[in-house]
T-cell receptor
Framework: DSGVTQTPKHLITATGQRVTLRCSPRSGDLSVYWYQQSLDQGLQFLIQYYNGEERAKGNILERFSAQQFPDLHSELNLSSLELGDSALYFC?????????????FGDGTRLSIL | GENVEQHPSTLSVQEGDSAVIKCTYPDSASNYFPWYKQELGKRPQLIIDIRSNVGEKKDQRIAVTLNKTAKHFSLHITETQPEDSAVYFCAASINRGFYFGSGTKLNVKP
């Protein structure tokens, strides 16, 4: 158990819909990272938040947005969903705000678009 | 760009042999290089990491080497065991972001 909690574990929805994925970091960690992993693909960095503020942005689509709340949990919002958005979405957390610290991953949310 | 190149994409070895996976990164300012192991359907797990002020780090059967001049780093697994079979990802901190290689599927044959 990494201490990073992601909900829900599975999500099935249709094209055009909007979903919210949730992540609670490990106790004491202030940074949350979001990644997308498509079938048999690598991990695509989407975005990082540190202590409530956006810290770094990767290959995140405009249809996607995220935020980190005062209690440090984070939500990733995906809208106008397309078939190609089907993937495993991971969040990871680390202690500090710089991307040079160990990240610990949650178990992921598997999103299926029908 | 932020491409971390990883090779090979698949690697098959006999149990007891060594396995080496290599990665290159584009940004000379990168200073943190972890390796993750991901079993099918599970989360990536950190197995070893190295910082740019160190050339080599070892943890039992696993070692990582870093060549800052050439901007590449490698994972070495000795005395491989069937339970080492998984997908291995390298990663690098680049421009305040964090980027992964495309993964190496390691198969250790008993």
């Amino acid at each position: 158990d990494s201490g990073v909690t992601q909900t829900p574990k599975h999500l099935i929805t249709a094209t055009g819909q909007r979903v919210t994925l949730r992540c609670s970091p490990r106790s004491g960690d202030l940074s949350v990272y979001w990644y997308q992993q498509s079938l048999d693909q690598g991990l695509q960095f989407l975005i990082q938040y540190y202590n409530g503020e956006e810290r770094a942005k990767g290959n995140i689509l405009e249809r996607f947005s995220a935020q980190q709340f005062p209690d440090l949990h984070s939500e990733l919002n995906l809208s106008s969903l397309e078939l190609g958005d089907s993937a495993l979405y991971f969040c990871a957390s680390s202690v500090g705000g710089y991307s040079n610290q160990p990240q610990h991953f949650g178990d992921g949310t598997r999103l299926s678009i029908l | 760009g932020e491409n971390v190149e990883q090779h090979p994409s698949t690697l098959s070895v006999q149990e007891g042999d060594s396995a080496v996976i290599k990665c290159t990164y584009p940004d000379s300012a990168s200073n943190y290089f972890p390796w993750y192991k991901q079993e099918l359907g599970k989360r990536p797990q950190l197995i070893i990491d190295i910082r740019s002020n160190v050339g080599e780090k070892k943890d039992q059967r696993i070692a990582v080497t870093l060549n800052k001049t050439a901007k590449h780093f490698s994972l070495h697994i000795t005395e491989t065991q069937p339970e080492d079979s998984a997908v291995y990802f390298c990663a690098a901190s680049i421009n305040r972001g964090f980027y992964f290689g495309s993964g190496t599927k390691l198969n250790v044959k008993p």
